[in-house]
């Protein structure tokens, strides 16, 4: 761990953390009561989760997940195979579900031997690999193959809804901690300059791997209770690349390596895609890579860096 | 035996085309350090121009080589100038041109699905000539020798540009060191703007002929193409152009064998690939280390 005295380090109090939780706890307890459409705001804390869990493991260590969709998927698959095979109850089934991304990111750890684009291409074929063994015909009889799965057996979405709330509040909670702790201090120097914060005595292979298995623990445990709200569905609807690409352009456009920027960027951009994108979706994806070209010719550092600049200290 | 026969004949003229499908994304990696992540729709741009040759122009779908260099050059210079340089002076070239090009990525997929829908275009395989050619007994139809053909001269021709003229000379002094290539006096920008522009045009010609060996085109074949020439470029190891053809023919047979013997697993080849290259040889078959990691 460094040497350095968290003192000597501008970092922000842990007052503005409990605001923000509690804050984002209110919001999604009190929108259903007011806005009707539930699935609707379950889907928005999917990707808050989603991109606060990519934020985990690109905003501070560097390595972007191209793949990370693999993890929701596991997750989800895990969580229902369990429930249909193994006649789990949903909650533990959720949790198994989130161990199930844990195993592979395990499994996958290697991948962290590889930097930069090597990295975020190799995780998006490993995610693809996933699709294509559970899609696949010949594991009908586990996965559904092409057909999907369904777990009405359990379905509750009020259930589910407040699960997908925890996890996304406990994505946000690890973040919180990420920016305040001197775990997520040597991240960053890990990222700023490897070699010194090896000499500082960061064991970098360890750190790093820790959080690639919180970061695919998140997406799993997302998976998990994303399956049992949507009760039916088919192996595109939790491993398509769209998701990874969401979760990302949802964290970049607010700013990784803070807590607020992949959820203000989470809850605006997935509120304009609903305004604009569902029914011709293309408009929608039209703008967004416009949004991530201008992001990173001139805002590599996400909207809320604007405010950064002007001194305002965001957590 | 015939089965086998089949599989690496066509393997290695399938292989072949591949080649020239990655060997664009490999240049501009090599001389630019970037990560062109819109490979794959460029290819597939390159696949409605053969079509739009075809099904407007009335002309054989070939003429879609002449209309993939002179979209190269039109997207080309403009999309050099306009992100390239900003890119080179940020903190990380690298990283961020990998997720700028995967924003064009989803901008061009966008505005091909807008403009031509999403259903899958053919062009009917006579164009390319009406015949199979048989070797050792096995037949192909005349587009894979047509596509294999234009692959050997492109890949050819770019060797001869790399080995024999001054300006390919200097291109490989940038790939090599970037540094010291412009501290000897060679204009890297203008190099990286022709190789730019070189590697679009090789991803479009490869595109032409993606009608025929995929059987169709649409828009959503680009990001799969994308990991697919990754995988071949990595295989041939990353910056080495001309390595590119050992890896297209691993990835060719790779899939004409599964196709032969394990159907349903074929779609696995290139992701499979990639990951055990990666893992096993980051620096590629033909091992030169571009890179530390």
């Known amino acids: ?315 | 035996m015939a089965l086998l026969e089949y599989a690496i004949i066509g393997g290695i003229l399938y292989g072949i085309f591949f080649s020239l499908v990655g060997v664009g994304l490999n240049l501009i990696f090599g001389v630019l350090r970037m990560i062109n992540l819109a490979h794959g729709q460029f290819i597939v741009l390159g696949g409605f121009g053969a079509w739009i040759v075809y099904q407007y122009l009335k002309l054989n779908p070939a003429f879609g080589i002449v209309l993939s260099i002179i979209g190269a050059i039109i997207i080309g210079y403009p999309l050099y100038w306009a992100v390239v340089p900003r890119l080179q002076k940020s903190a990380d070239p690298e990283m961020l041109s990998f997720i700028l090009f995967f924003g064009l990525a989803q901008m061009i997929d966008a505005a091909m699905i807008l403009g031509f829908g999403v259903s899958q275009r053919s062009v009917p395989t006579e164009t390319l000539g009406a015949g199979n050619i048989g070797l050792l007994g096995q037949t192909f139809p005349d587009s894979w020798w047509v596509a294999a053909a234009v692959a050997v001269l492109a890949i050819l021709g770019l060797y001869l540009f790399l080995t024999r003229t001054r300006l390919g000379f200097a291109t490989r002094a940038v790939t090599a060191n970037r540094a010291e290539a412009l501290a000897s006096g060679i204009e890297v920008d203008r190099i990286s703007l022709l190789s730019f522009v070189i590697g679009l045009a090789l991803a479009g010609v490869a595109g032409v002929f993606i009608p025929f060996l995929l059987g169709s085109v649409s828009p959503s074949l680009g990001d799969g193409l994308t990991t697919t020439s990754f995988a071949i470029i990595i295989i041939g190891s990353l910056g080495r152009p001309i390595g590119t053809v050992v890896g297209g023919l691993v990835f060719g047979l790779g899939t004409m064998l599964m196709e032969t013997y394990l159907p349903s697993w074929s779609d696995l080849v290139p992701y499979a690939l990639l990951v055990i290259i990666v893992l096993v040889r980051p620096s590629g078959l033909l091992g030169r280390a571009v890179r530390q990691t």
């Open chain 1, 1 to 315: 761990m460094p040497s350095a005295r968290p003192d000597q380090i501008r970092q922000p109090p842990l007052r503005d953390g409990i605001i923000l939780i509690v804050v984002l706890a209110v919001i999604f307890l009190v929108a259903p009561k007011v806005y009707g459409n539930q699935s609707l705001l379950l889907v928005m804390m999917t990707f808050v989760a989603l991109a606060q869990g990519l934020n985990l493991l690109y905003g501070f260590t560097g390595y972007l997940p191209f793949g990370y969709v693999g993890f929701f998927g596991a997750g989800a698959y895990g969580m229902s195979i369990l429930v249909l095979h193994a006649h789990v109850p949903a909650i533990p089934a959720v949790i198994g579900g989130g161990i199930v991304a844990v195993i592979f990111g395990v499994i996958l750890g290697p991948l962290l031997r590889l930097s930069g684009a090597y990295f975020s291409i190799a995780n998006l074929a490993t995610a693809q690999i996933l699709l294509l063994a559970v899609a696949n015909p010949s594991l009908t009889p586990l996965t559904g193959g092409p057909y999907g799965l369904k777990l009405q057996q359990v379905f509750a979405p009020g259930a589910a809804y407040l699960t997908m709330l925890v996890i996304m509040l406990l994505a946000t909670v690890i973040a919180v901690y990420f920016r305040r702790s001197r775990f997520g201090l040597g991240l960053r120097a890990m990222t700023d300059d490897r070699v010194s914060a090896e000499m500082a005595g960061i064991n970098i292979v360890r750190a790093r791997l820790i959080v690639w298995l919180i970061s695919a623990a998140i997406a799993g445990l997302a998976g998990g209770a994303y399956a049992w709200s949507i009760s039916v569905y088919y192996p595109d609807a939790v491993f398509g690349t769209n998701i990874s690409v969401f979760a990302i352009v949802f964290a970049l456009a607010g700013g990784v390596g803070t807590v607020i920027g992949p959820i203000v960027g989470a809850i605006l951009l997935y509120a304009l895609y609903n305004a604009i994108g569902i029914t011709v979706p293309q408009y929608f994806e039209l703008l967004y890579g416009f949004l991530i070209v201008i992001l990173v010719l001139f805002l590599p550092e996400g909207g809320l860096s604007l405010l950064r600049r002007r001194g305002v200290d965001v957590l």
